[in-house]
């Protein structure tokens, strides 16, 4: 039975990682097509809270449950699909680190400063 939840907690992080990078980047594309600074600084400020109640959890829980999953199954870390998780997990990363240049206050620059559940800078 835990095998099961350790799946399925597996699985939800994923779809909540993919989802939410996808969702996120479409609101920051949107966002930042409109030209308009207090709309740009409204979405960044959202951007951050929506990576902070889901993206840092579910990027957690990816490689805990997967690691997990890995031993429990005795597979080994070389099998081409892992290798291509962690490289994929890894990308999405490294794309994903430089873009917390906002800080947690999610100002975009030359913005207006904004009211976060964060506080303000």
């Given at each position: 039975?835990?095998?099961?939840i350790i799946?399925?907690?597996?699985?939800?992080?994923a779809?909540?990682?993919?989802?939410?990078?996808?969702g996120?980047?479409?609101?920051?594309?949107?966002a930042?097509?409109?030209?308009?600074?207090?709309?740009?600084?409204?979405?960044?400020?959202?951007?951050?809270?929506?990576?902070?109640?889901?993206?840092?959890?579910?990027?957690?829980?990816?490689?805990?449950?997967?690691?997990?999953?890995?031993?429990?199954?005795?597979?080994?870390?070389?099998?081409?699909?892992?290798?291509?998780?962690i490289?994929?997990?890894?990308?999405?990363?490294l794309?994903?680190?430089?873009a917390?240049?906002f800080?947690?206050?999610?100002?975009?620059?030359?913005?207006?400063?904004?009211?976060t559940p964060?506080?303000?800078?």
């Amino acid at each position: 039975m835990l095998i099961l939840i350790i799946k399925t907690v597996h699985i939800l992080a994923a779809i909540v990682f993919l989802g939410v990078g996808l969702g996120v980047a479409w609101t920051k594309l949107r966002a930042d097509r409109s030209g308009d600074l207090r709309v740009i600084a409204w979405a960044q400020g959202h951007i951050v809270l929506a990576d902070w109640m889901f993206t840092v959890p579910s990027a957690i829980l990816l490689p805990a449950t997967g690691a997990w999953l890995v031993t429990t199954y005795g597979l080994s870390w070389r099998t081409p699909w892992i290798l291509f998780g962690i490289g994929g997990y890894t990308a999405a990363g490294l794309f994903w680190l430089p873009a917390g240049d906002f800080g947690i206050n999610g100002e975009a620059p030359g913005g207006p400063r904004l009211h976060t559940p964060f506080g303000n800078p």
